[in-house]
């Protein structure tokens, strides 16, 4: 029996540092072309490291991939409106493909 193993990643606290975006993309770069099978990113709103926000931060990674899957490890929906936010995620889901 062959057993097939799914690694997920979440970025690190880049973006306050001067390179933050050219580190991100570099680190999504890597995931893409590695074995690792997604990237998850987490919302914050209390955090001793600044995060990046995770609806627009998806919509960039779908633009960016052909393979990673990814998706939002904490989103705090009490915070959104519900409707508006399942529009945003089945949005980014479509044209992700």
């Known amino acids: 029996m062959k057993i097939k193993y799914r690694v997920g990643v979440m970025p690190g ?12 993309w570099s680190f999504v770069d ?6 690792i099978d997604s990237v998850w990113f987490s919302e914050r709103l209390s955090s001793p490291q600044p995060v990046l926000e995770p ?3 998806m919509a960039a990674v779908a633009a ?3 393979r990673l899957k990814f ?12 409707v508006l936010l399942a529009r945003e995620l ?5 044209l992700s493909n």
């Open 71 to 82: 998706g939002p490890s904490v989103l705090i929906a009490t915070f959104r409106s519900p």
């Open 13 to 24: 606290p880049w973006t306050d540092k001067p390179d933050g975006v050219d580190l991100f």
């Open 30 to 35: 890597l995931c893409e072309s590695t074995d």
């Open 90 to 94: 089945a949005m980014i889901d479509y």
């Open 64 to 66: 960016r991939t052909l």
């Open 55 to 57: 609806m627009t931060t």
